[in-house]
């Protein structure tokens, strides 16, 4: 069984809030922007290109604030490489869904659990990536 890796990129803001952005597929599913890390491709270059592809963002405006978060290996399926950037809520509120996305969610930080669609997904955020991010938005 072959398995892929994906690399997931999470955008939160700590101004006017405590606000984090999520896609939601045409599908239904709701996820961080990203995607498939292809075989010969850094999942670094596979996170830019898939915020770009997926919601417009340029991530070499926001360079100074990105940072690697906690690998996700819970799923077996789809381990993933996760990053974050912390960017203001005006921008936040200013991407347009593109490609398969169907609807860019825009949330506050204690809700983004709900609305993750899959287990795996949430226990990791709950575990994991909520405790990260709270402390890098202080």
Not at 95 to 122: F, M, N, Q
Request: glycine share 6%.
């Amino acid at each position: 069984m072959k398995v892929e890796t994906s690399a997931r990129l999470v955008c939160w803001s700590s101004d006017r809030g405590q606000l984090v952005a999520m896609t939601r597929s045409d599908s239904g599913s709701v996820k961080f922007f990203g995607g498939r890390v292809k075989p010969t491709e850094d999942p670094m270059d596979a996170v830019v290109r898939e915020a770009r592809e997926e919601g417009g963002i340029d991530l070499a405006k926001y360079n100074s604030n990105f940072v690697a978060l906690p690998y996700q290996s819970n799923d077996p399926e789809r381990p993933s490489f996760r990053f974050g950037v912390g960017m203001p809520a005006s921008k936040l509120l200013e991407l347009e869904p593109r490609d398969d996305v169907a609807e860019i969610l825009v949330t506050h930080i204690s809700d983004v659990g709900s609305r993750l669609t899959y287990p795996l997904w949430k226990a990791h955020w709950e575990n994991q990536l909520l405790p990260v991010i709270q402390n890098l938005i202080r």
